[in-house]
């Protein structure tokens, strides 16, 4: 029985800042940070919109009566929770209307919390063929004003319906994983911005890679010949370029020539969008689904997620018959192309800007609304109000 990913949502805020307006606030070259970093635009999230609210709006731009009944399960990977106990997942469960006798949980490893929720979800379904697990991967990357991990922030989510019979990519159970307990970035309990060793951490990314592609070929007897792109996970689009030529750095001109022609398709929306940590693998593989005029059906597609502190995977899944038909390419292009520039002392002043860490009531300012269904209200008596316009 295949199983894999039935259906894939975006959805990120909409309200960007432009890179090279950014770079040259911060007195560094434009280019630095359109080449060097690959980034173009960088999503901002305002504050009626967080990890929560943007997973929902993710989910309800896929979820038909048929998932609402059959999915018992939803996984809410993310690094930006909203509370320390209740999980995520309830929310969106309520929010996207999703039948009761369910299992909603929240999963952290950093970047790596999606996956982990994709190999339960696939799991799930294995004993459970006509259930089906809704998988989220939904983040705001935050490192702070004037730091080197500023132009790599972002803000989005990424949705999967994971069922038997996937309508778009059957997952291979064969995947090689890897855990070390390293500081490469990381983000304490007291703390809105992320800590990270920069060099460190793409050193950390790399070895991860290396390691985990190592031990996949071992146990699958593949090669790179076997497959038709890979997607990593994308801190920014420049790095899967460092990780594509480490790949590909003794490989046969014809390998090295097709991975890297599905580079830019697999690259288009995360420039747009910037990191999304637990999302960003999804999202980038959804941009090489949906951009690519050249991905045969059956052609097998590999994946390296990593997760800083650190869980590196390596998995691979095969592209569907007909998968064309179940994507949604103009919603994702026009959530894109119609979001408002945000002027750099705008940026400045809502990066800086946080809910009330006292307890306070607050109601948000939603008037300024978005294109995303779900929002956070308010929040009363500590407690977080949601609705879905
Ligand atoms: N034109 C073109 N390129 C230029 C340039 C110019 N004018 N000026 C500089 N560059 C290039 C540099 O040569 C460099 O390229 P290479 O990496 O290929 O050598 C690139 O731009 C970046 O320049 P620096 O290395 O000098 O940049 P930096 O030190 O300011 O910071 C960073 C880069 C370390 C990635 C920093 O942005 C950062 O800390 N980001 C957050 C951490 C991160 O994303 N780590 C990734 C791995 S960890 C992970 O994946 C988990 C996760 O999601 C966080």
Redesign the pocket.
């Known amino acids: 029985m295949n199983i894999g990913i039935d259906k894939i949502g975006f959805y990120t805020p909409d309200q960007y800042v432009d890179m090279e307006k950014l770079a040259e606030k911060r007195g560094?070259?434009p280019?630095?940070y359109t080449?060097?970093?690959g980034q173009e635009r960088m999503a901002v999230a305002p504050l009626h919109e967080d990890a929560v609210s943007m997973a929902a709006n993710a989910a309800l731009s896929i979820l038909d009566d048929d998932d609402r009944e059959k999915i018992d399960f939803v996984l809410f990977g993310s690094e930006s929770g909203v509370d320390h106990s209740k999980s995520g997942a309830v929310w969106v469960h309520h929010l996207t209307d999703i039948q009761e006798n369910a299992r909603s949980i929240e999963l952290k490893q950093?970047?790596y919390g999606a996956t982990a929720g994709l190999k339960m979800a696939m799991g799930h379904v294995a004993l459970n063929p006509d259930s089906k697990a809704l998988v989220l991967g939904s983040d705001i990357?935050k490192?702070g004003l004037n730091t080197?991990?500023?132009?790599?922030q972002g803000a989005g989510a990424v949705a999967m319906v994971i069922s038997s019979n996937p309508r778009l990519m059957a997952l291979d159970n064969d995947s090689a994983a890897m855990t070390k307990d390293i500081s490469?970035?990381w983000r304490p309990l007291y703390s809105d911005y992320?800590f990270?060793d920069?060099?460190f951490?793409?050193e950390?990314?790399l070895s991860f890679l290396k390691e985990v592609w190592e031990k996949y070929k071992e146990k699958t007897d593949r090669e790179l010949n076997d497959f038709e792109a890979i997607c990593f996970?994308l801190?920014?689009t420049?790095?899967a370029k460092?990780a594509l030529l480490s790949l590909t750095e003794n490989a046969p001109e014809e390998d090295a020539e097709r991975l890297m022609g599905h580079y830019q398709n697999s690259i288009t929306y995360n420039k747009q969008v910037g990191?999304v940590?637990t999302g960003?693998l999804y999202l980038s593989m959804l941009s090489l689904l949906e951009q690519s005029e050249e991905l045969p059906e059956g052609s097998r597609i590999g994946l390296f997620s990593?997760?800083?502190g650190a869980v590196g995977e390596f998995f691979s899944g095969v592209i569907q018959p007909g998968y064309k038909a179940y994507l949604n390419k103009d919603t994702h292009e026009s959530l894109l192309n119609s979001r408002q520039e945000l002027s750099l002392d705008e940026y400045e002043e809502l990066l800086e800007k946080s809910l009330p860490k006292d307890g306070s009531d607050i109601e948000t300012n939603s008037e300024k609304m978005n294109k995303g269904k779900a929002y956070l209200t308010a929040i009363q008596d500590n407690i977080r109000k949601y609705e879905v316009k």
């Open positions: 560094v070259e280019a630095k080449i060097g970093i950093a970047c990357a490192y080197p991990g500023e132009p790599t490469d970035f992320a990270v920069g060099k951490s793409n950390s990314y996970h801190p920014y420049k790095m460092k990191n940590y960003s990593y997760g800083s």
